[in-house]
């Protein structure tokens, strides 16, 4: 009876093991192939919406500062869930549309548009008014204000919240395998339900997510030192 259940816990370890290496490579791949481009296009995409929104926010023009206001309310006050179903599922109610990543895309953007927005326009506050006031005494353009004056001041401002939005988006990016993107945690799922190794599989997945982040970590660590080294000068 003891050698029977030595030989099964044997048996059940090499089957773990076969499993956890063999569901490597996909897990890999969906992470390569989905998960960090996904993370990275939506992130370029929703810092140019972001910076749009944001300048938006403190024009003087109250039409558009309005808009920007009710955009930013909108996705701030829903669910990221909410807003992927709507555009995968609730859009071809009215006839339009689109791909799974491609809906992931357009999401994630407007998302990450929305809260970086606010990023953006807490650090072009930070900047004094009176570097502006100086800029146009110069006789620099508004344009040419915000090129050469505020905004290489406002990155530096902005670096550290929007890196860790950035670390956030590589996690929300699991939420893409509900509108079937073959994403990293989506493969996780897809291989787990076929030998029930959720513990396993959901185990391995989050390793590799926090392998990825660890990773960006580091690289905000540097960029931030770099930077302050920058000030320190």
Same mark, same amino acid.
């Given at each position: 009876m003891y050698l029977n259940n030595i030989m099964i816990e044997d048996e059940r370890l090499e089957r773990i093991i076969s499993i956890a290496q063999s569901s490597l490579l996909p897990l890999v791949k969906g992470a390569l192939y989905y998960t960090i481009p996904l993370t990275v296009i939506t992130f370029s995409i929703g810092l140019v919406l972001a910076v749009v929104t944001a300048l938006a926010r403190i024009s003087e023009l109250k039409l558009l500062a309005a808009l920007a206001r009710v955009y930013v309310s909108a996705i701030r006050g829903t669910p990221l869930l909410v807003q992927l179903f709507i555009i995968f599922y609730g859009l071809p109610n009215l006839g339009i549309t689109i791909d799974s990543f491609p809906a992931a895309v357009i999401g994630f953007s407007l998302n990450v548009g929305a809260y970086a927005s606010e990023i953006v326009r807490a650090a072009i506050l930070s900047i004094p008014k009176g570097q502006w006031e100086? *800029?146009?005494?110069?006789?620099?353009?508004? !344009?040419?204000?915000?090129? $050469?004056?505020?905004?290489?001041?406002?990155? $530096?401002?902005?670096? %550290? %919240?929007?890196?860790?939005? =950035?670390?956030?988006?590589?996690?929300?990016?699991?939420? &893409?395998?509900?509108?079937?993107?073959?994403?990293? =945690? !989506?493969? &996780?799922?897809?291989? *787990?339900?076929?030998n029930y190794e959720f513990l396993l599989l959901y185990t391995e997945t989050g390793i590799i997510y926090w392998v990825i982040c660890f990773l960006l970590s580091i690289a905000q660590d540097r960029i931030e030192k770099r930077l302050n080294r920058y000030i320190a000068r």
């Open positions: 100086a *800029a146009y005494s110069l006789g620099m353009s508004y !344009r040419q204000t915000l090129k $050469r004056i505020i905004f290489p001041q406002a990155a $530096r401002v902005s670096i %550290p %919240p929007l890196s860790n939005t =950035f670390i956030s988006l590589v996690k929300d990016t699991s939420l &893409a395998s509900l509108i079937l993107v073959a994403e990293m =945690f !989506r493969k &996780a799922q897809e291989i *787990a339900s076929m």
